[in-house]
């Protein structure tokens, strides 16, 4: 054991950001690398760490709080004059903010971000699945439903810019098909992506309520034949194109006075070709406004 001592204690100097010791016994910072000048003059618009997964909180319309689990990415920006960042730094941050983030914590965050690493721009990504109770439309059994959430937050100095990113599945009928054909018509699944900037908190429920009404029927988690029945006759009723799906979302998103930006993407995953249908809207306040 003894042998192994020197060994040991050397480690124990270089974990506490100490290299060894110099002539008079004094202990000699670890060599810092990522504070030397870089010559090459290109500033970096983000850099961090991406992908991290952190327990975090969020609100919901039925039960106060919903516990799931985050993918987070955290980056700031890099002068020209430093060759790289404190990469650890972030961790730092989001330890700091407890065991489990809230997303009303996300701006406090992204400030404790800048001032930790020294920068002026700061990004924060919280990506997360969200889970509501879904009734069947004919048995009214009940199930889990899994949806996607995502809050992008930047700040530039003090001001921090938010978008809140909500994606559900959906059932779209072809109306041409429909059309066309004398038994039947082709429906697949579809993803609608919405992305809201707005005034006030808008509840992830509401925006999935508006993607699953625009379209030709939403998707269940647990159907019994008899909701079967009723999905399938429902969307045959409901037929919609892709470009009606983002109209239609559009529209129901236009009636929210908080919400003073959106884009809102749909793509369909056709079940009669080899490639997808695409559509996307984008609108901010002062088209909003020309509506009304």
């Not at 003894?2 to 480690?11: A, D, M």
């Not at 997964?53 to 969020?58: E, G, N, T």
């Not at 406090?108 to 699945?129: M, T, W």
């Not at 993607?211 to 409901?238: M, P």
Request: proline share 3%; hydrophobic share 35%.
């Amino acid at each position: 054991m003894l042998i192994f001592y020197p060994v040991l204690r050397s480690r124990v100097k270089q974990q506490s950001g100490y290299d060894k010791s110099d002539k008079t016994g004094a202990e000699i910072p670890l060599h810092d690398e990522q504070n030397r000048r870089d010559k090459r003059k290109l500033c970096i618009d983000k850099v961090g760490v991406r992908g991290l997964k952190f327990p975090i909180q969020v609100k919901d319309k039925a039960h106060v709080l919903q516990n799931t689990v985050a993918t987070i990415g955290m980056y700031v920006d890099l002068p020209k004059e430093f060759k790289g960042t404190h990469m650890s730094r972030f961790i730092e941050v989001l330890n700091a903010h407890g065991r489990i983030i809230h997303v009303d914590n996300l701006d406090d965050i992204l400030l404790a971000i800048q001032r930790k690493l020294k920068s002026k721009n700061a990004h924060l990504e919280v990506e997360f699945p969200y889970f509501m109770e879904k009734t069947a439309p004919v048995s009214g059994i009940e199930s889990l439903m899994d949806y996607q959430a995502k809050f992008d937050a930047t700040s530039y100095g003090d001001k921090i810019d938010s978008v809140m990113t909500v994606k559900a599945g959906v059932t779209t009928l072809c109306p041409c098909s429909r059309a066309i054909s004398e038994h039947g018509a082709h429906n697949q699944r579809g993803e609608v992506s919405v992305h809201t900037r707005s005034r006030e908190s808008v509840w992830i429920e509401d925006v999935i309520d508006i993607i699953e009404t625009s379209a030709s029927s939403g998707l269940y988690a647990l159907l019994k034949r008899t909701d079967e029945k009723y999905v399938t006759e429902h969307a045959y009723e409901n037929p919609v194109f892709v470009e009606d799906l983002v109209r239609n979302v559009a529209l129901r998103l236009n009636q929210l006075e908080e919400v003073f930006w959106f884009k809102v993407e749909a793509e369909n995953f056709e079940s009669i070709h080899n490639h997808s249908a695409y559509a996307c809207i984008e609108r901010d306040a002062y088209y909003t406004q020309r509506l009304k």
